[in-house]
């Protein structure tokens, strides 16, 4: 055992760093205060986390409302387009009501023109045929006048083939109380026939 003690001593004497200092025991006070520092420290380290993170959150905050109010503004652009859309749908679909209105208008007047156009034929043909049946009446009439029975009926012959006597005037334009040139037609033909 002295073996030991003596090796122990030896160490001990050789090696003063491998020794530990002399540490005075702490007192009660010492301890409140490195304890009281230690919470500091403590306090201190997590305020700077909690002010990092609040730091870090808060930018984060702001890029999803800077998102967010870019995504608000795309709406409301795609709103306003969507507006106009529904406006300029709006107003096409009146222009095609009033499309339709004139399309309606436009056949209504094409066909009264095209009865007009009738009409205008046939009150055309009407009054050709009137001319024709005057003229033929007054050649007739001039030869039942003159005595010329028989060119007269060759006269009457010819209206009738050609279908002129309805187109003769059946009342008198004159206010003299004679006959109508149609009147005056009969009157001649049972006077020859």
Known sequence: MEEKSSSQQEETTQSPEKQPA??????????RQSVFKYITILFAAAFLLMLMTYMMERRQNEAVVDSLNQSVSGLRESISN??????????????????????QENTQLQEQLDSLTTQKEELSTQLT????????????????????????????????QAGLVESLPKEST???????????????YQALY
């Open 22 to 31: 002399y540490v005075p025991p702490a007192t009660p006070e010492k301890r």
């Open 82 to 103: 969507m507006q106009s859309d529904q406006d300029i749908y709006e107003k096409n679909m009146q222009l095609i009501e009033e499309l339709s209105k004139v399309e």
């Open 174 to 188: 004159t206010d003299n109380g004679r006959f109508s040139p149609y009147d005056r037609y009969q009157e001649i």
């Open 129 to 160: 045929r009137t001319v024709q049946a005057s003229d033929l009446f007054w050649q007739i009439n001039e030869a039942y006048v003159k005595e010329q029975y028989t060119k007269a009926r060759g006269l009457i012959d010819r209206m009738e």
